[in-house]
C-alpha cells in the first residue's frame, strides 16, 4: 500500500513527465513524431517505474525498479541532447535540469538501499507479505 504523504522522487518524476508530455506535444506540432514518440515513451516511464517501486514486493525489487527508472532517464537525456543539438528542433526548456534533479534523487535512493541495507527506503513496506 502506496503512503499518500508526500515523496519526492515520485512528485519529480511525476512532474518531470508533465513537461514531457507539452514538449512530446511540441515536436509533434513540428511534425518531429518519431522523436516526439520516443521522448514521450521513455520520459514517462521514469515516473511509471517510480510509482512501480512503491509497491515492490521486496528490496530487491524495489531496487530493481528504481534501476530501470534510471536507465529510462539516461535515455530520455539522449532525446533531450539530440533535440537540443539539433537546429531544427525546439529547446527543450527546462526539462534537462529537471531531469538532473531525477537522476541524482535515484542514484541517492539507489545507492543508499543498496549500502546500508535501507529497508526504510520512500514508501518500501517491508510487512506487505504479512497482509
Known sequence: ????????????????????I?????????????VARQVL??????????REAQ?????????????????EADETEYWLQLCESSKTYPTTGDLRMKLTSVIKVLSKIIGSSKRNGNTKSPNYQISKLSN
Not at 515513451?41 to 517510480?50: D, F, L, M, P, Y
Not at 514486493?57 to 534510471?70: C, N, R, T, V
Open 55 to 71: 509497491n515492490a514486493e521486496s528490496k530487491a525489487d524495489f531496487i530493481h525498479k528504481l534501476k530501470i527508472a534510471a536507465k
Open 41 to 50: 515513451r521513455s520520459g514517462t516511464s521514469i515516473g511509471a517505474n517510480v
Open 22 to 34: 507539452e514538449f512530446s506535444e511540441t515536436l509533434e506540432k513540428s511534425k518531429k513524431f518519431v
Open 1 to 20: 500500500m502506496r503512503s499518500e504523504k508526500g515523496n519526492l522522487i515520485v512528485d519529480l518524476s511525476f512532474d518531470f513527465a508533465l513537461g514531457i
